[in-house]
């Protein structure tokens, strides 16, 4: 079993890749970071994004959109769970419209991470919008 330290150190490692990713627009590099069936529940309308092929298509409408919107997920807290590969990750998001960096909207998250023979990755996202 993985240490809780060095779980929590992987997972932020994947968030910041995560977030590099959204920045770059690079649909190949988020690939890997999604389980085959993970969910990804909306912040405004609570949409449910279901599957990596779903939401890698969702994630390819947001990069053609114009202007083009970066999410950005900041990290809290991240808490291994003692008897499963699983983490539990909090934090706070923003979406910032690329030209400009003002901000749109922003909120509160939580995210449920696996551990897979691949390294870690998401297998559900939920988001708040809160302003």
Request: hydrophobic fraction near 45%; charge should be positive.
């Amino acid at each position: 079993m993985i240490s809780a330290s060095e779980a929590e150190l992987q997972v932020r490692f994947r968030r910041a890749a995560f977030n590099r990713a959204l920045a770059e627009a690079d649909l190949a590099a988020i690939g890997p970071l999604l389980s085959a069936d993970v969910v990804l529940v909306t912040g405004t309308d609570s949409a449910v994004i279901s599957g990596r092929k779903a939401q890698l298509a969702a994630w390819k409408r947001e990069f053609s959109a114009s202007p083009r919107t970066i999410y950005t997920r900041t990290t809290e807290i991240v808490m291994p769970s003692p008897v499963e590969p699983i983490v539990m990750e909090h934090g706070k998001w923003q979406g910032t419209v690329h030209a400009s960096g003002s901000v749109i909207a922003s909120g509160t998250y939580a995210a449920k991470w696996r551990h897979f023979p691949q390294g870690w990755a998401l297998i559900a996202e939920i988001f708040v919008t809160l302003g």
